[in-house]
């Protein structure tokens, strides 16, 4: 495991920020997950923005379509012990906490929780390993996408992660590999900015000690 380089924990940071990434550290596994939680609870109802007859739907939403009513966190990156108390934690809140089967609610979902592979501090983007559909799907469809990152797992540029990244492209004949920096944001539309079209209305990044 590499030492952690301040310095580039703050420059990371400081350049996520910039392009409007929420950066909070956490001291531990369980601090991080209390946080998803608390995020979840805290942001208004997820919009459903297609059709999913099994959800039971609350008000209308600002796109005046249906709200839903049972919260839920993904979180398929999770190992089993740490999917256990996220999971736990949430049923005790009345939110749902899934792992996979995330096919089924893509009419959106509140948080979606990720694990990222590395942090590059030039630009504060993360690197994701997204071969499984469900971590993919975990930061598409989500209002609030929550990555987990090491300090420890902060580069200091792209062609410093190129070696990594060879190593994934030899992994297996095809692999999905994401590189996330900020929310989802287009200017397709008359050059006007607009958030969340193609994912997350919002992106946080929690920094986890080693």
Known sequence: MSPVNQELVEA?????????AVVQEAPSMSAALQYVLDVCESKTPAELLA?????E???LGPNK??????????????????????????????????RNGLRKHLAGI??????????????GTCLMNTDNEDARLAGMISEIHVILLRKSDIYPDLPSIAQRLR??????????????????????????????????????IILLED
Do not use: W
């Open 167 to 204: 190593e994934r492209m030899n992994q297996a004949p095809a692999t999905y590999t994401t590189l996330i920096t900020g929310p989802s944001r287009t200017a397709d539309i008359e050059r006007v900015a607009a958030v969340g079209v193609h994912g997350p209305l919002e992106l946080h």
């Open 12 to 20: 990371f940071s400081a350049k996520a920020a910039a392009v409007n």
């Open 57 to 59: 739907q609350g008000p």
């Open 110 to 123: 509140d948080v979606g929780l990720s694990r990222a592979e590395l942090g590059v501090a030039g630009s």
């Open 65 to 98: 379509v249906p709200t839903r009513v049972k919260r839920i966190v993904a979180a398929p990156d999770l190992d089993d012990a740490d999917f256990a108390e996220l999971a736990e934690a949430c049923a005790q809140k009345g939110v749902l906490c899934i």
């Open 51 to 55: 059709d999913e007859p099994d959800a």
